[in-house]
């Protein structure tokens, strides 16, 4: 029976097993994916008599520890006896195409503890600057990399001299400036560097004994002549802003601020008093929180020259360089000239463009005086009395006529007021007009060539009212006689619509049978 079933189990599995010699299922032409485990990397080379001994194929163990054991059915190669002590778990760590390289280490499969491999002779371990420490690794490191390494401080509160004492862990180097153990008042856990801030409460000795520019930035070059007590104008927090406790100085700024004790006027400072609380506070010298203009000495120029302090702009009236003739000392503006004592009639023997500001090229030809449409305050707005005026309007305003203005012979007044342009009002006095109809009509309506001219529809009617309204005209309401039969006028008949008809009984029009004494219709009707 048993050689009956391997008899049956070769021809199950021809070109596997032939018993001729070595075959691999790669030279066999088998494919190993049907059996349910297919062969990858290393394994496919192998002889199939290797894992299948004695013939026999059922029940070949598919574990690697099965068949790589130092004793078992299989001969593969075993784990080495300095393989470091893991579990069975073979593939966690290497690749079936070699041993070696190890693809990864899989820390889970590992056995013991870091040091027992990490002891620098079978893999890496402290190296020589290491801080001191245990040998639990894994509270700093973890299995992926030594570095970034972390100490989780999250429930350290304070103590930290208890493990950086330079015994345990690094502490204070001997670089470190003179302060208590207390670590935590200037460092953070994550890192000693940066200092997340300096507690001088921690600090001991003196301000210059560390702020002397060698340990720590002390004064520098430039400060004023002072002692080294820094505390004095100085905070912990920053150098700057500096405050010396001005509180009970209320004047005499200078018997310090005189250049000797204290930093005074410079060279630059303008030609002034020495009452320095006039124009700075205690506090800083700038910004100056007032310009008292009764300690400078001297003329508004000597300052204001747009080199020590602004000027004229180039915009200034022309003018003499007497600023307080019309400029306060509190600001530029408003500027105010004075003009009471000036007699009317005479502006332009000032306003003439050499003194001060004259008429603009773009002013209206006028040869009137300024004060005839300006006030003394301001040029715009100007107001003009145009009740003596007898010449025409166009004298002046000229310039005034926009493009698209209507082309008329007429002047300004016949449409304008001379309060504003606006609106246009024009009373035709034409005897020919018509009348004002009884619609809103625009001037463009009838004048479409934006002209006096107009042009119209139907010029053999003018100036009749067909002239526009031929084409409304409808005979039929229009009879003129009914014998021998009914009979209409022509539009050219009644032109204007505005004239009397009348219905006559022949075409010999002798005797009126109906009259209309007329106006029949009326341009202010708003209908026929």
């Not at 001994?53 to 690697?64: E, S, W």
């Not at 997340?196 to 004023?224: Q, T, W, Y």
């Not at 005189?258 to 320095?276: M, R, Y």
Request: charged residues 15%; aromatic residues 8%; hydrophobic residues 30%.
């Amino acid at each position: 029976m048993k050689a009956l079933g391997r008899m049956l189990l070769l021809i199950a599995l021809p070109g596997c097993w032939s018993g001729a010699g070595a075959q691999t299922p790669q030279s066999s032409g088998f494919d190993h994916f049907t059996t349910g485990w297919p062969l990858e990397g290393y394994h496919r080379n192998v002889d199939c008599s290797t894992c299948h001994t004695g013939g026999v194929f059922q029940g070949t163990p598919r574990d690697c520890v099965a068949c790589h054991a130092q004793a078992g059915l299989v001969r593969a190669t075993p784990r080495p006896a300095d393989h470091i002590q893991t579990s069975d778990q073979c593939q966690s760590c290497h690749l079936e195409t070699s041993w070696s390289p190890a693809w990864r280490v899989d820390h889970f499969e590992v056995r013991g503890d870091c040091v027992s491999c990490h002891n620098n002779i079978i893999e890496t371990g402290k190296p020589p600057g290491h801080i001191a420490s245990g040998d639990d690794c894994e509270t700093c490191h973890t299995t992926f990399a030594w570095s970034p390494a972390t100490f989780n401080h999250d429930t350290v509160q304070s103590n930290c001299f208890s493990c950086h004492n330079n015994s345990i862990a690094p502490g204070k180097g001997p670089q470190h400036i003179l302060t208590s153990n207390t670590c935590e008042s200037c460092h953070r856990p994550a890192a000693w560097e940066p200092v997340f801030r300096m507690d001088h409460l921690e600090v001991f000795g003196s301000c210059i004994s560390c702020h002397n520019n060698s340990i720590a930035e002390g004064k520098p070059p430039d400060h004023i002549g002072s002692g080294d007590d820094c505390e004095t104008c100085h905070s912990t927090v920053a150098w700057s802003p500096a405050d010396f406790n001005h509180d009970t100085i209320q004047s005499g700024c200078f018997n310090c601020h005189n250049d000797l004790i204290a930093p005074g006027k410079g060279s630059q400072h303008i030609n002034t008093t020495n009452l320095c609380e006039s124009c700075h506070r205690p506090a800083a010298w700038e910004p100056v929180w007032r310009m008292d203009h009764l300690q400078a000495l001297g003329s508004c120029v000597s300052c204001h020259d747009n080199a020590v302090a602004e000027g004229k702009p180039p915009n200034h009236v022309v003018s003499a360089d007497t600023c307080d003739d019309c400029h306060t000392t509190n600001a530029w503006k408003p500027a105010l000239f004075d003009h009471a004592g000036v007699q009317s009639g005479t502006c332009s023997t000032c306003h003439n463009d050499a003194i001060a500001d004259g008429k603009p090229p773009d002013h209206i030809d006028t040869l009137l005086e300024c004060d005839a449409c300006h006030s003394t305050f301001a040029w715009s707005p100007a107001t003009f009395d145009h009740s003596n005026i007898t010449q025409p309007c166009s004298n002046c305003h000229l310039s005034d006529v926009p493009n698209s203005h209507f082309s008329t012979s007429l002047d300004c007044d016949a449409c304008h007021s001379t309060t504003r342009w606006q609106p246009v009002v024009y009373q035709h006095m034409s005897a020919a007009y018509p009348g004002d109809h009884s619609a809103a009509l625009d001037c463009n309506d009838c004048h479409s060539g934006n002209s006096q001219a107009i042009i119209w529809p139907f010029p053999q009617h003018q100036p009749d009212c067909a002239a526009c309204h031929r084409s409304d005209f409808k005979p039929g309401p229009h009879k003129v006689y009914v014998q021998p039969q009914d009979t209409f006028y022509s539009v050219e008949e009644l032109q204007d619509c505005t004239g009397a008809c009348h219905v006559y009984e022949t075409s010999q029009r002798l005797r009126i049978i109906e009259r209309r004494p007329g106006p029949e219709h009326s341009v202010r009707g708003r209908e026929f």
